[in-house]
């Protein structure tokens, strides 16, 4: 016949009556129904555009390294922009990632202001080198090269997506670069929550 | 005067924040770009990787939600374990059903996966984790009565079966359980595939069980394996996958190769049929797999990476297919506007019971408008989004979303027999507290497909 199970033994012998004995139940067989329940555990979520709550700023993440000069910039992102700190929480939370952000001119030849270089190294870990030029839009630049840090632990392919039709990735300079319209929507979006934080006078 | 003037200024701001909330709710017909609601609840799901099976089912009903989650939602859950919970919509409380009992047999305190829940809710069938007599972890099926209280692990005949069983699913009316095993000690006789697995129906009634994947004549393959069950609302019919050649009459050569491919097993009249073919009844060139079926059995979705199953289809990737049992004929659903494969690949389809319905997975950037989108439509998250068709409209909408497309992964959908309730997992944050990098369901209440718009919003509306 079948094996048992019950979350009271009474009640367990009342409907079977083949119950294991109540002294082979575990402690939490005989715990209280309401122990069985979760009440405010679900929430209702509606797209709200309005300010984020008062939050702590959380910390930098540690494997991210930043000059000093770009520091306090990031900070302010931290406690500004909801999006921005998850993008930091998804860098934290990846351990074999390291991020570097610096100045940087224009690494390559078409004039852009950011740009990261990502190695996967044979011993697993990521390395991403941010470079940012100065004088750039710095709230805009670094979630967007964020962005495209999160694309890669997503594990996203980008030369294929960069080969079909409306992906919203692009290839550039002969397939060795790749523009993403998700990077660009993900640092508008910390730009403006930045923004909005700051006329607030919240950041 | 003044008391007055501030008495009506007062009902007037009243009356504008109940009409604001109405137009937030759905109520109304309200502009077309009124945000959606999604019910949330935590799974904490740690996995690095997305997950990509469904880890929710909705009842028939509507109202409950059988869920995993990795998070203590309730004082009882006391592991760090996987656990089955159930969302009840109508009290927006959450219950914790997994539970393991015996330590004897359990190999952690609780553990409980594939959940799925029959129509009104009252049983519930999961895939759990035991210790056979030699200490071996095995997979078992758990079937639970939530009105009575009680959690059964499947037995035959007082055996434990000799092999894992998985993939459970019950019958919407709660009478049968159909799952997946690799135990040879199920049904009388030899097992002819020995400890590849088979697909079993158990009646729960008389606790009678029979092998599903068999074929026309009622024969086992020696050769393949079958898993992945679907079931009609009453169980007569059974959706599965299949390595074995099972259709009748048999293919005139077998295969060079196993190739998985669905099948649909007519218990009453003992016909097993193949559903993964083309309209002119060509066989697939690639694999198809995870059926879902309609509540009358007459329709089965699935995900198939052949070419072949439809014309259009030129992505090389898999891709969501609809078969009408009646009329014999496959149709491609994870298509552009324009009917063409779509950019990426599609999975994970779950079919409403009404079977107007289907949601399913996609990495596919062009689903819901293709070249020439408007940037506000946009889906440019480069991962997976929950997707909706409309086979009365024949048209694709993207429910995991804002009014803004979402960056963030959503996985694993799970639909109702109206087609008005859908769940799946996401990491898109549950509020701007959430920076786990984590998946969390998210239950979405839609318009029903048959009603107008504002009517069918405000009924969603009410539901919430």
Known sequence: MLRVFCRTAALCLAAVGIASPASAQP????????????????????????????????????????????????????????????????????????????????????????????????????????????????????????????????????AAMARRADTGVRAIEGGERFETARAIAAGRQVAQEVRRARRRGGA | MRAGAAAHEKDVRAVAALALLILAIGGGPGPPDEPPVFLTVRQANPRALPVD???????????????????????????????????????????????????????????????????????????????????????????????????????????????????????????????????????????????????????????????????????????????????????????????????????????????????????????????????????????????????????????????NLASHDSNRASDVFLHDVRTRTTTLISRTRSGDSANGRSMHPAISGDGRGIAFQSDASDLTCGRGCVSANDDMNLVADVFLFDRESQTVRCISRGRAAWLEPSLGPAIDGGGAVVAFSSRHPVDARDVDDDFDLFVRVLPTLREPQGRASRRAAERE
């Not at chain 2, 009748?248 to 190739?259: E, F, G, I, V, Y």
């Not at chain 2, 060139?285 to 990476?305: C, H, K, L, M």
């Open chain 2, 53 to 307: 099976a469904p880890s929710a089912s909705v009842s028939a009903d509507g109202r409950y939600v059988a869920f995993v989650s990795y998070a203590r939602l309730a004082a009882a859950d006391t592991d760090i374990g996987s656990d089955i919970y159930v969302l009840d919509r109508a009290t927006g409380n959450v219950s914790l059903e997994t539970f393991a009992g015996e330590q004897r047999v359990s190999l952690r305190p609780r553990d409980g996966t594939s959940p799925h829940i029959s129509g009104d809710g009252r049983f519930l069938v999961y895939e759990t984790t035991e210790m056979d007599e030699d200490r071996i972890p095995l997979s078992a099926v758990a079937v639970r009565d939530r009105r009575k209280g009680t959690t059964e692990l499947v037995r035959v005949r007082g055996q434990t079966p000799n092999g894992g069983c998985a993939t459970p699913v019950i019958s919407a009316d709660g009478r049968i359980v159909v799952f997946s095993s690799s135990a040879t000690n199920l049904v009388d006789g030899p097992d002819l595939n020995g400890s590849a697995e088979d697909v079993y129906a158990l009646e729960m009634r008389t606790g009678t069980i029979r092998r599903v994947s068999v074929d026309g004549h009622g024969r086992q393959s020696a050769l393949g394996a079958s898993y992945a069950p679907a079931a009609s609302d009453d169980g007569r019919y059974v959706a599965f996958v299949s390595t074995a050649a099972l259709e009748s009459p048999a293919p005139a050569k077998s295969l060079t190769r196993p190739q998985p491919n669905v099948y649909l097993r007519d218990t009453s009249l003992g016909v097993t049929t193949r559903i993964s073919v083309g309209s002119g009844g060509a066989a697939p060139d690639g694999n198809s797999y995870q059926p879902s079926i309609s509540g009358d059995g007459r329709y089965v979705a699935f995900t198939s990476e052949a070419t």
């Open chain 1, 27 to 158: 402690r939490h067989a005989r715990s209280p129904a309401a122990a069985w329940t979760g009440a405010n555990v679900v929430r209702v979520y509606v797209e709200d555009e309005t300010a984020p709550p008062e939050l702590a700023v959380p910390p930098i993440p540690s494997n991210l390294a930043l000059v000093p000069e770009y520091r306090d910039r990031v900070i302010s992102m931290l406690g500004a922009s909801p999006t921005f700190r998850r993008q930091c929480a998804r860098i934290a939370n990846a351990r074999h990632l390291s991020v570097s952000v610096a100045f940087g001119g224009s690494p390559g030849i078409t004039g852009d202001p950011a740009s990261t270089r990502i190695v996967f190294k044979p011993d697993g870990t990521i390395q991403a080198d941010v470079r940012i030029a100065p004088l750039a839009d710095l709230d805009e630049l670094v979630a967007h090269e964020f962005e495209h840090i999160l694309e890669q632990l997503d594990g996203v392919d980008l």
